[in-house]
């Protein structure tokens, strides 16, 4: 299984569980639209996108790769260095 299966696994089940847990939002009578409408939207949005990478990761033929310490230092020093500086 590739890792952006894992990982889109993971993201699903998380957004399932935070859409589980915005149903305890209260939802006040005279407002149509309540409190909970734009999370569940956002959540609903990260389901579908996270179930995207579980499916091309279930797809994808291709296994991880080893780790590589040196390669990796080397692509991502710019952003080490920002976070360094910041």
Aim: avoid cysteine; charge should be positive; aromatic fraction near 12%.
């Amino acid at each position: 299984m590739h890792r952006d299966a894992v990982v889109g696994g993971l993201l699903a089940v998380l957004s399932l569980v935070l859409l589980w847990e915005t149903r305890e939002i209260p939802h006040p009578p005279l407002i149509p639209i309540g409190p909970a409408f734009y999370p569940r939207v956002v959540l609903s949005i990260f389901l579908l996108l996270s179930m995207l990478l579980l499916v091309s990761g279930l797809r994808a033929s291709r296994k991880a790769h080893a780790w590589d310490w040196k390669a990796w230092f080397t692509r991502y020093r710019v952003i080490l260095g920002s976070f360094l500086l910041f």
